[in-house]
């Protein structure tokens, strides 16, 4: 979601923001503005849409200020536009503020603030923080910011320039990220001299490896020669640095014409990465999910919570942890699981999933479901992250950092992540014996190279995209596991090429979406060789009866099934209990085609995030 940046050195400012802002874009905004200190005061400019907007308008001025804050915004209070883009200004332009996360208090604040004369010029939550920043200003940043956070309920990652003190950033936070960094430069590199700001390390990791995640209430001070740290009282403090040795190449496209195409292309990798370790003297050990043996054979409900592509990697676990670990699991929506007083016992085990370890609701039900006393263990991608702190245990997928807002690799490193946690309980459960457990691991293993497979070959995926391309609507139906893998097909088709589409149980066509069909409909159906093949055919039948276009998953081998459809993209023969990770990858493909064929920008989709963080 928002992006936060900040620089002061000796260089100009200006590039140095524009480049941040430009690596945090994959988080998704609508909306980008700089404040440069000049030598007349604070210069701000905004625009609605890109960072290259904002960068074209830049150019018009001549900013040669070498301190300043960068934003990109994704709109929660007040709608997408200039006025309410950030960075926020106070009253006399000497204070500006960026901010990511959200003032709850901001109403009261906002009135109290206009009894005593601040006259706001947005309709956002964070414009309080400029005028509280500006009433507590008396010569001390720092003392001003610290101060003005004590007034705030919510959740904050804040940067602060101000007139009167012109090379100074401070910045702070509560439950957002705030990263900080400083430079010597390097006359032998491009690295410049300087101390940096950001929300996220990528925005600063051309410039420093050598950073500090600020823990909550900490406040940073940071001028051209180097960062200052101070804690919640304002005295000097102590801090962890960390040395980021991921590589910015990481980041970037690595020859694929989009990070989505590249992350998929990664999906192998994760497969094994994932898996690397996990058997240990021919046992399936996850040392991170640290439950005794005997309070993982106690565990008689496991709840996974999630949302988005995440969720449906959940659903795709249900189906294995009750089948091998015969436990009932429940899988829940996070911005549902909290409202509805679900049952939980101490032989409860929720496993919160989430590629982000952001996403409010999944933090908010995290929170609840460990007030009600169950065990809460994260799986997430990313090192750190509020879910994987706010935990009991934490699984990391190895999917590296996902770019592209649209969840891929990410989704797959979830999918294997759960399936061992499966296999982990029904080996506790004796429910699979130790030469099962070997098998099974055997066989995920073998889904990297089938992955590999099926990505050497895409046309008929590309052909099958041509199909969909000019559709209004299109609709994904599949049965146990293929249901699952129908639903994050659905989602991926709809988030990035706008296309309407639909998933549901093939068993309910019947009950309403049948409705829908009519000539040229696309139907995409999950009719691997499963148990629910024949029954998977007969919907097929159903639909193409009617006029629909069909694009059948099926298992290679499987001629029959030209009969019943219009497109057949193969994949290769996998237990079913497997076929989400091969099912999945073909789906991904086809919505980035579609995508692209009708002119979509496929990394960046129109109002979606890639960090979730409000509720
Ligand atoms: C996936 O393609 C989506 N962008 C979205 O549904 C995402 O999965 C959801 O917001 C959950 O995110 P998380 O995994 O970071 O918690």
Redesign the pocket.
């Given at each position: 979601m928002c992006g936060i940046v900040g620089y002061t050195g000796e260089s100009r400012a200006q590039e140095v923001l524009i480049e941040g802002l430009s690596r945090l874009e994959y988080r998704g905004y609508d909306s980008a503005g700089v404040a440069i200190r000049e030598d007349d005061g604070i210069h701000v400019v905004c625009r609605k849409g890109k960072v290259a907007e904002l960068a074209h308008t830049l150019g018009h001025f001549s900013l040669t200020g070498t301190c300043g804050i960068g934003h990109t915004r994704w709109a929660t209070h007040g709608k997408p536009s200039e006025v309410n883009a950030h960075p926020h200004t106070s009253c006399d332009g000497n204070i500006a503020i960026v901010h990511n996360g959200i003032i709850e208090n901001f109403a009261e604040l906002r009135d109290e603030l206009a009894l005593r004369g601040h006259v706001f010029s947005s309709e956002t939550d964070s414009e309080v923080v400029a005028h509280l920043v500006e009433d507590n200003y008396h010569g001390d940043l720092v003392e001003a910011v610290r101060l003005s956070t004590e007034a705030l309920v919510g959740s904050y990652g804040i940067a602060v320039v101000c007139a009167q003190e012109p090379d100074v950033i401070v910045a702070t936070r509560k439950d957002s990220p705030i990263v900080v960094g400083y430079s010597a430069g390097d006359a032998g590199s491009a690295a410049m001299r300087g101390s940096f700001v950001a929300s996220d390390i990528i925005a600063m990791l051309d410039a420093t490896r050598d950073v500090v995640v600020l823990a909550d209430g900490q406040i940073a001070k940071l001028t051209p020669n180097g960062i200052e740290y101070f804690d919640e009282q304002g005295r000097p403090c102590e801090v962890t640095h960390t040395h980021i040795d991921w590589d910015l190449d990481l980041a970037e496209k690595g020859g694929y014409p989009d990070f989505m195409m590249k992350e998929i292309h990664e999906q192998p990798r994760v497969i094994r990465d994932t898996l690397a370790g996990r058997m240990v003297g021919g046992r399936l050990e996850i040392d991170e999910f640290d439950l005794s043996p005997e309070e993982l054979d106690l565990t008689d409900r496991v709840y996974v919570i999630?949302?988005?592509?995440?969720y449906h990697a959940g659903l795709i676990a249900k189906n294995l942890i009750e089948a091998w670990a015969r436990i009932p699991c429940e899988v829940e929506v996070a911005s549902e699981f909290r409202y509805r007083n679900p049952i939980i016992t101490p032989t409860t085990v929720v496993v919160a999933?989430?590629?982000?370890?952001?996403?409010a609701d999944?933090l908010a039900a995290i929170r609840d479901a460990r007030v009600k006393g169950a065990k809460v263990f994260g799986i997430t991608n990313v090192l750190g992250s509020p879910v994987a702190r706010e935990s009991d245990g934490v699984i990391y997928t190895k999917a590296n950092k996902e770019i592209a807002?649209?969840?891929t690799k990410?989704f797959i490193g979830q999918v294997v992540s759960l399936t061992l946690l499966a296999m982990l309980f029904a080996q506790a459960k004796g429910k699979l014996t130790t030469a099962q457990v070997r098998l099974l691991f055997r066989e995920l293993a073998d889904t990297a190279d089938q992955v590999e497979r099926i990505l050497s070959d895409t046309d008929d995926i590309r052909e099958a995209a041509l199909a969909c391309k000019d559709a209004k609507s299109a609709l994904f139906i599949g049965r146990g596991i293929g249901s699952a893998v129908s639903y994050e097909g659905a989602?991926?088709l709809k988030?990035i090429s706008y296309l309407h589409a639909e998933a549901y149980a093939a068993g309910e066509m019947k009950h309403g979406p049948i409705a829908l069909i009519d000539e040229g409909f696309p139907v995409i159906a999950i009719a691997t060789k499963s148990p629910t093949y024949d029954k998977v055919v007969s919907n097929l039948q159903e639909s193409r009866a009617r006029g629909a276009t069909i694009i059948a998953i099926a298992t290679e081998g499987d001629e029959d099934i030209k009969n019943y459809a219009d497109h057949v993209i193969y994949i290769p023969k996998v237990r079913d209990a497997f076929s989400a990770i091969t099912a999945t990858v073909p789906l991904q493909l086809l919505a980035r085609f579609v995508a692209l064929e009708r002119g979509c920008d496929v990394d960046q989709p129109r109002n979606?995030a890639?960090?979730?963080t409000v509720e």
């Amino acid at each position: 979601m928002c992006g936060i940046v900040g620089y002061t050195g000796e260089s100009r400012a200006q590039e140095v923001l524009i480049e941040g802002l430009s690596r945090l874009e994959y988080r998704g905004y609508d909306s980008a503005g700089v404040a440069i200190r000049e030598d007349d005061g604070i210069h701000v400019v905004c625009r609605k849409g890109k960072v290259a907007e904002l960068a074209h308008t830049l150019g018009h001025f001549s900013l040669t200020g070498t301190c300043g804050i960068g934003h990109t915004r994704w709109a929660t209070h007040g709608k997408p536009s200039e006025v309410n883009a950030h960075p926020h200004t106070s009253c006399d332009g000497n204070i500006a503020i960026v901010h990511n996360g959200i003032i709850e208090n901001f109403a009261e604040l906002r009135d109290e603030l206009a009894l005593r004369g601040h006259v706001f010029s947005s309709e956002t939550d964070s414009e309080v923080v400029a005028h509280l920043v500006e009433d507590n200003y008396h010569g001390d940043l720092v003392e001003a910011v610290r101060l003005s956070t004590e007034a705030l309920v919510g959740s904050y990652g804040i940067a602060v320039v101000c007139a009167q003190e012109p090379d100074v950033i401070v910045a702070t936070r509560k439950d957002s990220p705030i990263v900080v960094g400083y430079s010597a430069g390097d006359a032998g590199s491009a690295a410049m001299r300087g101390s940096f700001v950001a929300s996220d390390i990528i925005a600063m990791l051309d410039a420093t490896r050598d950073v500090v995640v600020l823990a909550d209430g900490q406040i940073a001070k940071l001028t051209p020669n180097g960062i200052e740290y101070f804690d919640e009282q304002g005295r000097p403090c102590e801090v962890t640095h960390t040395h980021i040795d991921w590589d910015l190449d990481l980041a970037e496209k690595g020859g694929y014409p989009d990070f989505m195409m590249k992350e998929i292309h990664e999906q192998p990798r994760v497969i094994r990465d994932t898996l690397a370790g996990r058997m240990v003297g021919g046992r399936l050990e996850i040392d991170e999910f640290d439950l005794s043996p005997e309070e993982l054979d106690l565990t008689d409900r496991v709840y996974v919570i999630a949302c988005g592509t995440s969720y449906h990697a959940g659903l795709i676990a249900k189906n294995l942890i009750e089948a091998w670990a015969r436990i009932p699991c429940e899988v829940e929506v996070a911005s549902e699981f909290r409202y509805r007083n679900p049952i939980i016992t101490p032989t409860t085990v929720v496993v919160a999933v989430s590629q982000s370890g952001e996403t409010a609701d999944t933090l908010a039900a995290i929170r609840d479901a460990r007030v009600k006393g169950a065990k809460v263990f994260g799986i997430t991608n990313v090192l750190g992250s509020p879910v994987a702190r706010e935990s009991d245990g934490v699984i990391y997928t190895k999917a590296n950092k996902e770019i592209a807002v649209a969840s891929t690799k990410s989704f797959i490193g979830q999918v294997v992540s759960l399936t061992l946690l499966a296999m982990l309980f029904a080996q506790a459960k004796g429910k699979l014996t130790t030469a099962q457990v070997r098998l099974l691991f055997r066989e995920l293993a073998d889904t990297a190279d089938q992955v590999e497979r099926i990505l050497s070959d895409t046309d008929d995926i590309r052909e099958a995209a041509l199909a969909c391309k000019d559709a209004k609507s299109a609709l994904f139906i599949g049965r146990g596991i293929g249901s699952a893998v129908s639903y994050e097909g659905a989602l991926k088709l709809k988030e990035i090429s706008y296309l309407h589409a639909e998933a549901y149980a093939a068993g309910e066509m019947k009950h309403g979406p049948i409705a829908l069909i009519d000539e040229g409909f696309p139907v995409i159906a999950i009719a691997t060789k499963s148990p629910t093949y024949d029954k998977v055919v007969s919907n097929l039948q159903e639909s193409r009866a009617r006029g629909a276009t069909i694009i059948a998953i099926a298992t290679e081998g499987d001629e029959d099934i030209k009969n019943y459809a219009d497109h057949v993209i193969y994949i290769p023969k996998v237990r079913d209990a497997f076929s989400a990770i091969t099912a999945t990858v073909p789906l991904q493909l086809l919505a980035r085609f579609v995508a692209l064929e009708r002119g979509c920008d496929v990394d960046q989709p129109r109002n979606l995030a890639k960090s979730v963080t409000v509720e």
